[in-house]
């Protein structure tokens, strides 16, 4: 079972928001999950990013890889926790 940290989509039609879960790399996009990790807002403006730093230090501790995306938006946060170079640059699947 490989667990990553991605992005969930929900919001209505033409308006946007992601929750940042972590889940099984075989579930769907907007499939069960094993915790949320914080949410991303891509309307607002500037875009509201909040990310438990601590929840994701903690999976990422436990072997989760976070999609490119994911990545990006942890950095982009400045997050709590992992610093940037100790995320890992695997690929998903």
Request: one cysteine or more.
């Amino acid at each position: 079972m490989g667990v990553v940290i991605r992005l969930k989509r929900a919001g209505g039609k033409n308006r946007p928001f992601f929750q940042l879960v972590v889940c099984d790399s075989r579930m769907p996009r907007d499939g069960r999950f094993l915790e949320n990790v914080g949410y991303y807002d891509p309307l607002t403006e500037p875009a509201t990013i909040h990310v438990d730093g601590n929840k994701v230090a903690n999976w990422v501790a436990k072997g989760a890889i976070p999609s490119e995306t994911v990545r990006h938006l942890i950095r982009k946060a400045g997050a709590a926790g992992p610093a940037p170079s100790a995320l890992p640059e695997g690929s998903i699947g």
